[in-house]
């Protein structure tokens, strides 16, 4: 069975930018979230999606957005980039909501 | 945003010995999972708890959620050179998919 699948890898892009990551959840699992790794905040939580619907939202600018489709994939977008904005971006994906989740290896964005 | 108190922040420890972290919350959690992460990686799932007093084992990995729901502890018995990288508790919120992360703690294990 594959896992969590996310895509690119790496990315660099330049300020004011945007860009676009993507996340394919394991085969039938429906519940997608995201979050935000850096040295200085750890590991924060951005949203999450069920059933193409944002369920919960993280404390994070509009600039971020996110959406599902229906066959549960999920992308982030993050417009209007910053220097803050480097990170390493993780999805991850559930059977149901509250049910354990499984990382992708997650999309490293550098911003310069 | 909310984070767990977890500590050790980190550890050197030798080849064979046993190695305890734990995580607390002024929040209660439903669900505590513990979660181990490679450089360039994302996190791998090594456990999950669900009901408060549980004690579960993975191999060589024992966890337990707290009684009051408020906490959990990892243990690594005799540890080996893989064991090495940076482990996570998280909370699980009741009401979806959201997780609470602990700030994380670097296990060094010398040969």
């Known amino acids: 069975k594959a896992g969590v699948t996310q895509t690119p890898r790496y990315l660099i892009k330049t300020r004011g930018q945007q860009v676009t990551l993507s996340c394919s959840p394991i085969?039938?699992?429906?519940?997608v979230s995201w979050y935000q790794q850096t040295p200085g905040q750890g590991l924060q939580f951005l949203f999450e999606?069920?059933?193409?619907?944002?369920?919960n939202k993280g404390n994070f600018p509009g600039r971020f957005s996110g959406r599902q489709f229906s066959n549960s994939r999920s992308e982030m977008n993050v417009s209007t980039l910053e220097l803050g904005d480097s990170a390493l971006y993780l999805c991850?994906?559930?059977?149901?909501?509250?049910?354990?989740?499984?990382f992708g290896q997650g999309t490293r964005l550098t911003v310069v | 945003g909310q984070q767990l108190n977890q500590s050790p922040q980190s550890m050197f420890i030798q080849e064979g010995e046993d190695v305890s972290m734990n995580c607390t919350s002024s929040?209660?959690?439903?669900?505590w999972l513990w979660y181990k992460q490679d450089p360039g990686e994302g996190p791998v799932l090594l456990i999950a708890l669900y009901k408060a007093g549980e004690l579960t084992s993975n191999g060589r990995l024992t966890a337990q959620f707290g009684i009051t729901r408020k906490d959990s502890f990892l243990n690594i018995s005799a540890s080996i050179p893989s064991d090495v990288g940076i482990y996570f508790c998280a909370g699980l919120e009741t009401s979806g998919s959201r997780l609470t992360f602990g700030e994380g703690t670097q296990l060094t294990v010398n040969p």
């Open positions: 085969s039938g699992h429906r519940s």
């Open positions: 929040s209660i959690f439903n669900t």
């Open positions: 999606y069920f059933s193409e619907t944002q369920r």
């Open positions: 991850a994906s559930s059977f149901t909501p509250n049910t354990e989740a499984f």
